[in-house]
């Protein structure tokens, strides 16, 4: 797995982006531009939501919303859940403005959002005999460093119980802090940051369900002070809940709301677990696109051909190359009007058969400065080879994410599910 992170300025909004996603590379092609369409006015909306109805035992509200805690910046196109930990069966407690990443795959909570002492009461895994276990997650800038414990973690109705889980941040494990971390954790040799905190993440957490199980990340073994490298077995690594559950365990659909443009201060989605399993997460009216072993599929953009790309909710804005497109200072794309690129999606596995989308790029100058939930956001990083289709394309679908090995009827993850209508 490939781990993606980028700290990125939109117009005069500071904003964090999160994210683990599928790989890099990409292919060449011919470069066109598609012509952009008549100027549009953009306005903003105070909110966007679903139909309201009482959410199902297996399903968790998604909210793109302003994380009060932070005043750093605005935590623009961040889906946020509330997650709940326990230690026990009478010991527990709930983590809101958790991030739900469909590009990685675990659960990362900050220990300063947790309780005082409450950390110290979940289960250390241990490696060795004795050593405790810590995780170094890397990121394009920077790096995550924790403790890996074991907990019971509830998502609405559905349980999955001894999950190892990454406590972020962690003071309270013996040998494992901020000044044991090694020189080869990711970033600390090249002078990247260390995001182990609330505005390195954008919340109090990550939530990764996305198409695979384990992170397959780095993992020391911790004790006296000094950490060294150690190889975790898949049941001992931070996993992707989802497959923990008694039943609906083999993927996640992400239904979000359509946003005008401009944006919205507010919007309301559903995460529901299982595709296949339940009345409220059949599979009817989806066009499937099975990845290949790293989560990619391709994707076609005036005329050049992505070949490690990946749809991702942790990736806040669309990072996807445009040719002939101006940017502003920060990188953001700047088309002179609301301009429509058509995208073919093709998989990198099975039958190959093309998904027709789009996306709507504006220069991000014309939106409102109280918008959070906005759906027409492009960001250029230079060297970026593949194409990252983030949390702008989740408004106004239903997507979902078949993880690896999993099965609904006759489709085999890794797959991503897209509804019939655009």
């Known amino acids: 797995m490939n781990a993606y992170g980028r700290i990125v300025a939109l117009g005069v909004l500071t904003l964090s982006l999160v994210s683990c996603g599928g790989g890099g590379g990409g292919g060449g092609g011919s470069n066109t ?8 006015s953009i306005t903003s909306t105070p909110s966007a939501s679903l139909p309201s109805s009482t959410l199902a035992a297996n399903q968790l509200a998604v909210t793109v919303e302003q994380d009060t805690s932070l005043s750093a910046y ?8 509330s997650v709940k930990i326990c230690a026990s069966a009478t010991n527990c407690t709930t983590v809101n403005h958790v991030v739900v990443d469909t590009g990685s795959y675990g659960l990362r909570v900050l220990q300063s959002a947790l309780p005082a002492g409450f950390s110290s009461n979940l ?15 890397s990121f394009l800038d920077g790096f995550m460093w924790g403790s890996v414990v074991t907990a019971t973690v509830q998502l609405n109705g559905e349980t999955a119980s001894s999950l190892p ?6 003071t309270a494990v013996p040998g494992i802090s901020s000044s044991s971390i ?20 954008g919340g109090n957490g990550i939530l990764g369900v996305g198409l695979f199980t384990n992170d397959n990340q780095q993992y020391y073994t911790c004790a006296n002070g000094s950490c060294a490298p150690y190889t975790l077995t898949p049941t001992q690594q931070v996993s992707n809940p989802v497959p923990y559950f008694p039943v609906d365990k083999n993927g996640v659909t992400l239904q979000m709301p359509a946003v005008p443009n401009g944006g919205a201060t ?21 066009q499937w696109l099975a990845a290949d072993s790293s989560g990619n599929i391709t994707v076609t953009l005036q005329g050049t051909t992505y070949g490690a790309s990946f749809i991702d909710s942790g990736s806040n804005f669309y990072y996807v190359p445009l040719i002939n497109v101006p940017t502003d200072g920060n990188g953001n794309y700047t088309p002179a009007s609301l301009t429509t690129y058509p995208l073919s999606l093709t998989p990198n596995a099975g039958t190959v058969s093309t998904v027709s989308q789009s996306m709507q790029v504006v220069n991000p100058a014309q939106i409102p400065s109280t918008s959070l939930a906005i759906d027409d956001v492009d960001i250029n990083v230079p060297g970026n080879a593949d194409a990252d ?23 085999t993850g890794p797959q991503y599910g897209l509804a019939t209508a655009p």
Do not use: H, R, W
């Open 33 to 40: 531009t598609s012509a952009p369409p008549p100027t549009t």
């Open 74 to 81: 605005q935590t623009v196109n961040l889906p946020y859940v």
């Open 123 to 137: 289960t250390p895994e241990t490696a060795n005999g004795s050593s405790n276990v810590a995780e170094c997650v």
């Open 165 to 170: 889980v990454q406590i972020v941040g962690d």
């Open 182 to 201: 090694p020189s080869t954790c990711t970033g600390t040799g090249t002078g990247l940051p260390d995001e182990s905190n609330l505005a390195g993440i």
């Open 266 to 286: 507010v919007a309301t989605g559903v995460l529901t677990f299982g595709i296949g399993t339940q009345t409220d997460n059949l599979t009817s009216g989806f």
């Open 389 to 411: 289709i983030g949390m702008p394309f989740f408004y106004g679908k239903t997507l979902d994410f078949l993880i690896n090995g999993a099965s609904t009827g006759a489709l």
